[in-house]
Every structure is written in C-alpha cells, then in structure tokens.
C-alpha cells in the first residue's frame, strides 16, 4: 500500500530583513569590527538557498516520490521562489500566504523557536483539510539540514498514530539544547528535580492523525517562547519535549543521522 508523505522544510531565507534588538546575541560586524546590527543567523540569502538544496537533494535521494513543500517566511519571499523551479513535486509558499500576521510575527521574532512555531501552525491552519485528505506523515525539516540512512519502512499505516523524533544522544543532551533547561524547569514546574531533556526539531515527523495535536502543541509553544522571562534562554526543542510528554506511549525515537550548519555560526554538525 502507498504510503503518502509531506516533507515541509521551514525556513527563513533572508533573515536579515528583520530588524533586531540589542539583546539579540548574533552580532552582524562591519570590516572594521564594528557592530552594524543584531541578527538570529549569520548566513547570506544565497548561503540559505544553497543549504535548502541540499535538504532537496537529500529528501529526494530516499523519497524520490514525495511532495516538498518549501515555507518561506521571508519578508521578500517571493523573490526566491524561482531558485527551485528545476524540482519536481515541489511548492514554494510564502508565509504570508498563510496568514500576513502570523508572518510579520515569525520574520521578526528574535528568539527562532517562535518563528519556526507560528510558520509552522500558520502552514497547518491553512491547508488543513488537504494535509488530512492527502498525506498519511507530515516530516517536517528545518532549512539548513540534510539526512541521510533514513530507514523509511517507519512511515507505514500502523503507524499513522505515531509521533517520530531523532534520538537525542548524551552529546545534545549535555551540550546546546540544555544549557538553558532550568529557566524551562522553573517556568514549568517551579522546581529542579526534573531531568531537563529536547526533542531533535531539525527532523521529526507526525502520523495524519495527530496533526491537530501537533496543532496545539505548536501554539502552545510559541505562546510560552513568547513569555519575557524565557524569550532569550529557552529553546523550541525543549518545550517540544516536555508538550510531547503525554503521547509518549505513541512516539518512536530512531537513529536517522542529520548533517548542517548552525544557525549562530556553531559550524557544520553531524550526528
């Protein structure tokens, strides 16, 4: 039986159409060394296009078959969308399409989990009823990553039921993802003596039938990145795991292996 899947990459092309606060850390410097401006990335526009093609590229070297869909929340969005017209079975959206609040909020939320929240409930919203009546998985991607040793037998009926994560392993664990986790702990729990701990955000997937917890899940999580007291210490990844806690008996964790580039110029990552 065919299995139909959606890879939704979420990116935002060129961020430095934003304009960010001093509190932001990325600091865009001039060749004198001044600080010209405050960013959430240090890439280029055509630095971001280059990546997403090899997102393309990895997605279409195991799932040759399936849709792509590109969601851009560029404020020029759709000065990009030609750069992926040689793809097949690919879409190019522009967030604003989705809804224009929700993407002026995303273009200019300092923290990047916000953004990548709000695009990607935005998107759900809005194609809702054609996500459920077409797709059996949603696998989203963020921009900036490709995968490769993808074992797709796990997208099968049985288990459109089934939330999908990467195996976080003890490096993630005791590296970026949690250097924040007591500012989260102590947000959501008043208290400490719960092991801090991330879901991988840069590729996971969903079973059709939870699209609209994951709905909820995605509002949830912007609206708490959103909080004053957490805006510039906690991640997405964090939330995803303790809002995710409660379907723990339908999630699967496998070992796919993801290579990119950080956002804050951390350098190349695999694992």
Same mark, same amino acid.
């Not at 947000?187 to 701990?197: A, R, V």
């Given at each position: 039986?065919?299995?139909?899947?959606?890879?939704?990459?979420?990116?935002?092309?060129?961020?430095?159409?934003?304009?960010?606060?001093?509190?932001?850390?990325?600091?865009?410097?001039?060749?004198?060394? %001044?600080?010209?401006?405050?960013?959430?990335?240090?890439?280029?526009?055509? #630095?971001?296009?280059?990546?997403?093609?090899?997102?393309?590229?990895?997605?279409?070297?195991?799932?040759?078959?399936?849709?792509? !869909?590109?969601?851009?929340?560029?404020?020029?969005? %759709?000065?990009?969308?030609?750069?992926?017209?040689?793809?097949?079975?690919?879409?190019?959206?522009?967030?604003?399409?989705?809804?224009?609040?929700?993407?002026?909020?995303?273009?200019?939320? #300092?923290?990047?989990?916000?953004?990548?929240?709000?695009?990607?409930?935005?998107?759900?919203?809005?194609?809702?009823?054609?996500?459920?009546?077409?797709?059996?998985?949603? !696998?989203?991607?963020? /921009?900036?990553?490709?995968?490769?040793?993808?074992?797709?037998?796990?997208?099968?009926?049985?288990?459109?039921?089934?939330?999908?994560?990467?195996?976080?392993?003890?490096?993630?664990?005791? /590296?970026?993802?949690?250097?924040?986790?007591?500012?989260?702990?102590?947000?959501?729990?008043?208290?400490?003596?719960?092991?801090?701990?991330?879901?991988?955000?840069?590729?996971?997937?969903? /079973?059709?039938?939870?699209?609209?917890?994951?709905?909820?899940?995605?509002?949830?999580?912007?609206?708490?990145?959103?909080?004053?007291?957490?805006?510039?210490?906690?991640?997405?990844?964090?939330?995803?795991?303790?809002?995710?806690?409660?379907?723990?008996?339908?999630?699967?964790?496998?070992?796919?292996?993801?290579? /990119?580039?950080?956002?804050?110029?951390?350098?190349?990552?695999?694992?």
């Amino acid at each position: 039986m065919k299995i139909n899947k959606l890879f939704l990459v979420h990116t935002t092309i060129d961020v430095g159409s934003a304009n960010f606060q001093q509190q932001y850390p990325f600091r865009i410097r001039d060749d004198n060394n %001044k600080i010209t401006s405050y960013n959430r990335s240090c890439f280029s526009p055509e #630095e971001r296009i280059r990546q997403i093609i090899s997102t393309i590229l990895c997605i279409k070297n195991t799932n040759p078959n399936d849709r792509i !869909v590109i969601l851009d929340s560029s404020r020029n969005a %759709k000065d990009f969308a030609n750069r992926f017209n040689m793809f097949d079975n690919l879409e190019f959206i522009d967030s604003a399409d989705c809804s224009e609040e929700d993407a002026t909020i995303s273009q200019t939320a #300092e923290n990047a989990g916000i953004s990548a929240t709000i695009q990607l409930a935005s998107y759900f919203r809005k194609f809702n009823k054609e996500i459920k009546e077409l797709y059996d998985f949603v !696998v989203i991607v963020t /921009g900036r990553y490709g995968f490769y040793n993808m074992d797709t037998s796990i997208f099968s009926k049985e288990n459109t039921n089934k939330i999908i994560f990467k195996k976080v392993d003890d490096g993630n664990r005791e /590296g970026m993802f949690l250097q924040l986790s007591s500012w989260t702990l102590n947000f959501l729990y008043s208290k400490n003596d719960i092991e801090p701990n991330c879901r991988n955000a840069q590729l996971w997937a969903f /079973g059709i039938d939870y699209l609209e917890r994951i709905l909820d899940t995605l509002d949830a999580i912007s609206y708490l990145l959103s909080h004053p007291k957490l805006k510039y210490r906690c991640f997405f990844e964090e939330f995803l795991y303790y809002l995710t806690l409660p379907y723990v008996e339908n999630i699967i964790e496998v070992n796919w292996t993801i290579i /990119g580039w950080s956002g804050k110029g951390w350098g190349f990552s695999y694992g």
